[in-house]
């Protein structure tokens, strides 16, 4: 497969549809705002005036966009993924969606003699830049191993988690434990400003022990710089949180740190503050100490 159709040019899209074309991919790319894709245009991909025009030709394509409705509306729209892909076609959708949205685009998918794949990756804007992201498969077996130079060409941990809805399910998995991460990282360096510890020394002891993770790597040192440019929106964090909870509540789970989370960052979005990166969890934090 060469040609690929490639639809949601965002924080990670973009990186995302470069790697591909670093790795020889035709792409064929469309997004809502053309102005968004220019660097990737610039980097070889081909524009396309609609979803009809972007996946008509192509052997595989794409969708990374940014809410179940959008996934809704590129798939099942009158014009949209399932009404334009010429048979045969591998239908990936890399966006964090509804479990059973991806089952049902899967079995429409199944009628049109498609390939549909629910493939949600985790890694944020750097694992998508570096083409480092961990991919989360879900779908036939066969349809997965066919698209596996696509995803290694975005990806270094590729997973397959069996049937479709799967890869959504994992990445709710994802979701839910990075919630009680990210709460305690910023928790945790509240505290030390409190007590008066040095947050960058004391960073030098914790991150290469039991408390070490990705989120301390990546998002600490983004918060004591106070950069909260978002590698990943706190508007669609909730998204998923939301997605995670109604999930995890249909089979009878209570998952009480989930939802301590997702209430604090709907404070901060309530705020003003959903196109901030998740990191800016510390501001509800700061708050406590500016209080005082």
């Not at 045969?88 to 479990?99: A, C, F, Q, R, V």
Request: glycine fraction near 10%; proline fraction near 2%; include cysteine.
């Amino acid at each position: 497969m060469k040609k690929i159709g490639f639809i949601g040019i965002g924080v990670m899209g973009r990186y995302m549809a470069q790697n591909l074309l670093k790795k020889g991919f035709e792409l064929y790319i469309y997004t809502r705002t053309k102005s968004k894709a220019q660097e990737v245009i610039e980097a070889g991909a081909v524009w396309c005036d609609s979803v009809k025009d972007c996946v008509g030709n192509c052997e595989a394509v794409i969708t990374m966009v940014g809410y179940p409705k959008d996934v809704e509306e590129v798939y099942f729209g009158q014009d949209g993924i399932l009404n334009s892909a010429r048979p045969g076609t591998y239908l990936i959708d890399m966006t964090t969606t509804s479990p059973k949205l991806s089952k049902r685009i899967y079995q429409a998918a199944c009628s049109k003699n498609l390939y549909a794949l629910d493939a949600p990756v985790t890694g944020g804007d750097v694992g998508a830049k570096n083409a480092t992201l961990t991919i989360m498969v879900g779908g036939d077996k066969e349809a997965f191993e066919n698209c596996l130079p696509i995803f290694e060409a975005m990806g270094t941990n590729i997973v397959y988690q069996g049937e479709a809805g799967l890869g959504q399910h994992a990445k709710m998995a994802n979701q839910i434990a990075i919630s009680g991460i990210i709460a305690g990282l910023c928790e945790a360096l509240i505290y030390a400003k409190a007590v008066g510890l040095n947050a960058e020394t004391l960073l030098k002891a914790i991150s290469g022990g039991a408390a070490g993770s990705w989120q301390m790597n990546n998002m600490a040192p983004r918060i004591l710089k106070g950069d909260f440019e978002p590698g990943f929106y706190i508007k669609h964090f909730i998204k998923d949180m939301e997605i995670a909870k109604e999930e995890s509540q249909m089979v009878d789970l209570d998952l009480c740190v989930l939802k301590e989370v997702l209430g604090l960052y709907k404070n901060l979005e309530q705020e003003g503050l959903g196109d901030l990166g998740t990191q800016a969890l510390i501001k509800y934090y700061e708050r406590q100490i500016s209080k005082k």
